[in-house]
């Protein structure tokens, strides 16, 4: 696109000017203050609506100072890149509206009317004419010779240099094109170099990390060795201490069923049966001169003494029975608690702490103290729970001879009701001799008696004694079998430990051998990084004529960090590049610019006596010179 004529109406200070460009190369001269700038500012106003500096016509002034009532306007002609010529104009004004009944108009503000081949147009369709011929972006950065290089961003910068000189970079053709890159491919596979080196670069943390905790883990395996080997006569000890384990047990049963209690019983059973029977005796001998009804009160008196015996005998089984179920429920009451107390047990982590290094031990270590805590509460439980269905089994049982007993005393008492009220009406009819009780015999049955009854009572409480003392004696055997037993595992402890540390110097082998192969492909990678950055600094230089394009930072450490500096021979375009050296090399980044993207407009050069000599490019260029000696705007178009 070239620029024809642009034509200035009461714009900024300036009452009419008329820039006759012709599509050619233009030379502005004039003095500090003669409208230079206000020439590049109406050319941008007329297509963006902002000044040369990018400000917004609501941030500068566009009428002139001290007028009013009149059209602000910018037109210009142009010639388009397809060679059709079109004309943009833009009039800036004042807007006034009268009030009914009213004799003076009313400020209402300003407004813009905006025109293309001079017919009226809206904004937006003024706007899209203009976005079509080139985006106001492109536009700015195709104009300014300063706008890329040293007003953009420099991320933005670099994008659009690679998008237009380096868009496609292949990982196979930077390999392919340096002979020292190729075995990288064995490595990288079907992956990007960039994603196998992030990839590869945890791998190797994770290959260090590894290697790092090894050593201390044989150390936890080593330490983990127990001390206790097993011992000579272990054999021998541990079927001694079997059997008199089971000897314990088996007693302890034995007191708690009430064996000897049950044998005290019976024999205070047979007393009071010869206790009745001397009793009847003594009757029968003290009755004379009346043996019809003598022989009639022996036989009541006989069968009175039965059932007295078979009410003592079922009293005292019920008794027995009862005392036996009492015992069997103490003893199941003390399983349930020992089962729900075995079952509610938490494992004690400390158990997971060597006592003697006072660190974890080894995890496949814990799992077993775990597992072996585990098994034994199961086989403890289901021990328990057997001996429980057998107590439960016989206090059933027990139960229902309960009841029997129970039963043949009710009927016996009621009999033996009836007998009494028999032998009371006969004994009416017969004297009695000296009670029975008060005979020498009877004091000494009655004595014999109550020494097994004191026996029994004796019984009872030694019983729990004896218990306990046989329940030490168990801990104490079943302690010591534990020990025994512990020992014999210490061998297949040791044996699996050392197999762990074998396990674990062959695993640093390989993670030493895998460390070796991720350090030397990470090496290419990293040197891969750096040829690419070469390759792609060239193409995109390749393109440019006095430009050299820095676009990676190479860091202390080797790293490439993305960057991107013009430089001139060396010098960056921020730093000390002259004021020459700058245009030139902006005016080389539009031509190249511009190029590439098949677009050329009019770039305006402020200061442009400042430059000797100028980079000529293949776009209408307007230069404006400082001129003392012009003290009005004078034009001069170049062939």
């Not at 993207?597 to 230069?623: C, F, G, H, K």
Request: proline content about 3%; charged content about 30%.
């Amino acid at each position: 696109m070239k620029l024809l004529s642009l034509i200035l109406d009461n714009y900024k200070g300036i009452k009419h000017f008329e820039l006759g460009a012709q599509g050619a190369n233009v030379d502005v001269f004039g003095d500090n203050a003669t409208g230079k700038t206000t020439l590049a500012d109406a050319y941008f106003w007329l297509l963006f609506g902002k000044d040369s500096a990018g400000r917004s016509d609501s941030n500068f002034e566009v009428k002139t100072r001290g007028t009013s009532g009149l059209d602000y306007s910018v037109k210009g002609a142009f010639l388009g890149n397809d060679g059709q010529a079109f004309t943009l104009q833009r009039v800036y004004r004042e807007k006034f509206r009268r009030k009914n009944g009213e004799a003076e108009r009313e400020f209402q503000g300003h407004e813009t009317d905006f025109y293309i081949n001079d017919v009226p147009k809206p904004k937006k369709d003024y706007t899209s004419f203009i976005s079509s011929i080139c985006d106001e972006q492109t536009f700015m950065l195709l104009t300014d010779p300063d706008m890329f290089a040293g007003k953009l961003k420099w991320d933005a910068r670099r994008d659009i240099l690679l998008k237009h000189f380096a868009p496609t970079v292949d990982d196979l053709e930077i390999i392919n094109a340096h002979d020292e890159l190729k075995p990288l491919i064995h490595y990288i596979g079907t992956k990007s170099v960039d994603d196998y080196s992030e990839i590869t670069k945890v791998q190797r943390q994770k290959i260090n990390k590894q290697m790092g905790e090894i050593p201390g883990r044989i150390d936890e395996a080593e330490k983990a060795k127990p001390f206790d080997l097993p011992q000579s006569d272990d054999g021998p000890a541990m079927l001694r201490l079997q059997k008199q384990k089971m000897k314990l047990e088996n007693d302890i049963s034995a007191i708690r069923n009430g064996e000897t209690a049950g044998i005290l019983r019976n024999q205070i059973l047979e007393i009071k049966s010869r206790i009745a029977q001397s009793s009847a005796d003594y009757s029968r001998k003290s009755s004379t001169g009346n043996t019809a009804l003598e022989t009639e009160m022996a036989l009541v008196r006989s069968e009175i003494s039965q059932f007295q015996g078979e009410i003592t005998k079922a009293k005292y089984s019920a008794q027995s029975t009862q005392g036996v179920i009492d015992g069997l429920a103490v003893e199941l009451d003390e399983l349930r608690q020992k089962c729900m107390d075995t079952a509610n047990q938490t494992f004690d982590e400390h158990q997971t702490v060597c006592p003697t290094c006072g660190q974890d031990y080894p995890p496949e270590q814990q799992e077993k103290i775990r597992g072996d805590f585990k098994q034994h509460n199961a086989e403890y439980l289901e021990k328990l729970e057997t001996k429980g269905k057998e107590l439960a089994t016989t206090k059933q049982d027990l139960e229902k001879s309960l009841q029997q007993h129970l039963q043949q005393q009710a009927t016996a008492e009621k009999t033996l009701a009836a007998a009494k009220t028999r032998l009371e009406r006969l004994s009416t009819q017969y004297v009695k001799p000296e009670p029975f009780e008060h005979t020498t015999h009877y004091c000494e049955l009655i004595q014999e008696e109550e020494q097994l009854e004191n026996q029994l009572v004796k019984l009872d409480s030694i019983g729990d004694q004896r218990v306990a003392e046989l329940n030490q004696q168990l801990q104490t055997v079943t302690g010591e079998l534990e020990t025994v037993k512990r020992r014999a595992l210490n061998t297949e402890i040791i044996a699996q430990q050392d197999k762990r540390i074998e396990e674990l110097k062959q695993q640093e082998r390989q993670l030493g051998q895998e460390l070796i192969a991720h350090e030397d492909g990470i090496r290419l990678a990293e040197l891969f990084t750096q040829l690419k950055a070469q390759d792609i600094e060239e193409k995109v230089n390749f393109a440019f004529r006095l430009v050299r394009w820095k676009l990676f930072d190479v860091q202390i450490n080797g790293g490439i960090k993305p960057c991107c500096e013009a430089t001139v021979k060396g010098i960056e375009y921020g730093t000390n590049l002259n004021s020459a050296a700058r245009m030139n090399a902006g005016l080389d980044i539009i031509n190249t610019l511009g190029l590439a993207a098949r677009i050329s407009v009019p770039v305006w050069v402020d200061n442009a006596e400042s430059v000797t000599s100028m980079l000529p490019i293949d776009a209408q260029v307007i230069r404006l010179h400082v001129s003392a000696r012009d003290k009005q705007l004078r034009a001069e178009v170049r062939s």
